[in-house]
């Protein structure tokens, strides 16, 4: 039905607006389809899936750090260094969603869940933007491997939706001594090898399911997630360096305590 596409549209948007910041995209996503009663392919998989759309925008702006990293593989250091710090922060999440994959989805992907999250990682951002300095490590190329572990490690609070993948890595990155400007962008890169394992993974699982107008749907808000992307991947940082994260923590806040108060009426 048309409503169908022109919803999927609607929440390509607001995945693309949300995915780089730290409000949580999938929670956005989980609370509107809940509202709207949006009936995506079974099992979650649109929610996961419109992700990658955004995470193309990043391979987009990014491409020729991207492509000299990948050109540079086994003959420069600093490409070498690169890469192995995005497979170090990419790794726990690789086994920990893997293991938990059916608990997540089953359990943690609900509106009441979201609306916690949202309001405690709020709480948690305004305290972390309140009593972290500035921070010692001002570029990706000054990380460390056991840095770059211990972000990916606190990137897997981000499984409980809510929570916020990116603010999770940016959050922990601003913990243990990075720069503003320099966890946002390891936390877009990050998210490159991230989200394209949780969506082939996710499409793996539910390819049995999947059917003509589930697939049109996904590539609707998949496209849509992606242009609305490209558009604001570098204002988001601009944005981030001029005002830092406290817009978005009580902009958490007040979206989970709305959404509690509706949850609560029903």
Known sequence: MLIDYLQAAFLGVIEGLTEFIPVSSTGHLILLVDLLGFEGPPGKVFEIAIQLGAILAICVVYWPRLWGTLAGLGRDDRANRFAVNVLCGFLPALVIGFFAHGFIKSVLFNPWVVSLALIAGGIAILFIERDVGEGEVASVDDFRFRLSLKIGLLQCLAMVPGVSRSGATIMGARLLGVQRAAAAEFSFFLAVPTMVAATAYDLFKNRDTLTL??????????????????????????????????????????????????????
């Open 213 to 266: 107008d589930g697939t049109g749907l996904i590539a609707t808000g998949f496209i849509v997630a992606f242009l609305c992307a490209l558009l604001v991947v570098r204002s988001v940082l601009a944005f981030i360096n001029r005002y830092g994260f406290t817009p978005f923590a009580w902009y958490r806040i007040a979206v989970g305590a709305v959404m509690l108060a509706v949850l609560s009426l029903r």
